[in-house]
């Protein structure tokens, strides 16, 4: 049998309560965000997602735990330069002082895909392209995607050919 000691005991001892909780560790949470924040950017088409992308990557390179002191500021957060800039340091903080929600990343990238297949099948426009509507000058990211693979499975096919192969004979027609 085991014998009880007193309850002064250091070993018999409730834990020590301190009035703070613990820290909260954001490094997960701000990848999570900014990577969401980059899905959202791409299925806007916009120019922007890069710049997400590139702070997402510099977030998750922060070897140290990111979290917010008791005065609310913020500790080990990338320093502003060339792959986190102001934007994305000042979205951080909103989020981890709870002034901003972030969508989830499954979230975004849903929208992502919903908006890629609509603009692949062009459905966003209603099947058909207005005469009036502007072209911009260039593919859009789905089409080019697009180009580039049919591109990639066509390779081969290609080099076959050239090559004089009479396997590729059949397919060529």
């Known amino acids: 049998s085991i014998q009880q000691l007193p309850f002064d005991a250091p070993s018999q001892q409730p834990p020590i309560s301190s009035s703070m909780p613990p820290k909260k560790i954001w490094n997960r949470d701000l990848v999570e ?75 975004s990238a849903a929208a992502a895909a919903a908006a890629a297949g609509a603009v692949a099948t062009g459905s966003a426009a209603g099947g058909f392209r207005r005469a009036d509507a502007p072209s911009g000058g260039g593919l859009r990211a789905a089409d080019a995607a697009w180009v580039t693979v049919v591109r ?6 290609g080099r076959m050919a050239a090559s004089g192969s009479p396997l590729a004979a059949p397919l060529l027609g």
């Not at 990639?152 to 096919?157: F, I, K, N, S, V």
């Open 33 to 107: 965000a900014l990577r969401a924040k980059q899905h959202a950017e791409q299925s806007r088409n916009s120019a922007s997602w890069h710049a997400w992308q590139k702070a997402a990557d510099a977030v998750e390179a922060v070897r140290k735990d990111i979290w917010l002191g008791p005065q609310g500021s913020v500790k080990n957060l990338p320093k502003e330069g060339k792959g986190f800039g102001k934007t994305a340091r000042e979205y951080c903080e909103r989020l981890m002082r709870g002034d901003e929600r972030a969508p989830s990343v499954a979230q």
């Open 152 to 157: 990639e499975r066509l390779a081969p096919l």
